[in-house]
């Protein structure tokens, strides 16, 4: 079974029917966005999954604040949402939660963490350690633009601090690891680039609970058509591709 999580950027915009391509040459059996939006250009992405073969769809997109970045999963198989209070007062961005019924069924969630500038970033680490703390819902991937690293290995440019480091930690104490990490050791990789300094950090991560760990098989960053060592046309994040035994 295939995963592709990725952050489409603002919505995906003229760029949804090249995003929507690139992400039938992966085959996957589900896909997490994350910057989806209750605009016609995710709609239409939406609906181009849909005739891929994802039909099984949820949103925290809303029409009543179409531009908002939110979260998305599609899925070969049916999926039923988890509705949970995190109490992050960000139930739109905090998670999205499904259970898929695949021919080995898991849950599936999806995160977007906020930038440290929003001030926010510490209420919803705070917010996903305790719900994740307390997880009894069997096999579980959580994917997502965490906005975080390991200072000194996931960074080119120091940026990543103690409050990182901290969280991270956090969830591993708690029984969920960074997949690639798990599978690729100390390997350098990065997922998005400052479009200043053009310097890279790997801020796009999946987490595997423990009953989900023996099924893991691969893990892997693709950018799709690139236009450059650090650029794409289609988003400014790498994809995160998790290949799991079925």
């Known amino acids: 079974m295939r995963i592709v999580f990725w952050n489409i950027r603002a919505g995906g915009g003229v760029r949804v029917a090249r995003i929507a391509a690139q992400l039938k040459g992966w085959a996957p059996d589900a896909v997490a966005l994350c910057e989806f939006r209750a605009t016609p250009p995710s709609l239409e992405l939406a609906r181009s999954l849909a005739a891929l073969g994802l039909s099984h769809q949820c949103t925290t997109a809303e029409p009543a604040q179409p531009s908002a970045n939110r979260l998305f999963i599609a899925a070969r198989f049916p999926l039923r949402r988890i509705h949970l209070r995190a ?42 350690l305790g719900l994740l703390g307390r997880w009894r819902r069997g096999p579980t991937v959580l994917l997502g633009d965490t906005n975080s690293g390991r200072p000194g290995i996931d960074e080119e440019t120091p940026v990543f601090g103690p409050r990182e480091d901290a969280w991270l930690s956090g969830l591993e104490r708690s029984g969920w690891l960074d997949a690639f990490r798990l599978l690729r050791g100390t390997a350098r990789a990065y997922t998005w680039y400052s479009p200043n300094g053009g310097n890279g950090f790997r801020i ?34 790498a994809a995160l591709l998790v290949d799991l035994y079925s």
């Open 87 to 128: 109490g992050s007062g960000e139930p739109g961005r905090l998670l999205l939660l499904a259970s898929i019924e695949a021919p080995q069924p898991l849950t599936l969630g999806a995160m977007h963490v906020p930038n440290r500038v929003t001030g926010r970033k510490d209420l919803f680490y705070a917010a996903v």
């Open 204 to 237: 796009d991560q999946a987490f595997v609970n423990h009953q989900l760990r023996p099924r893991l098989r691969d893990v892997r960053h693709e950018w799709g058509r690139r236009a450059g060592r650090k650029a794409s046309p289609l988003s400014d994040h």
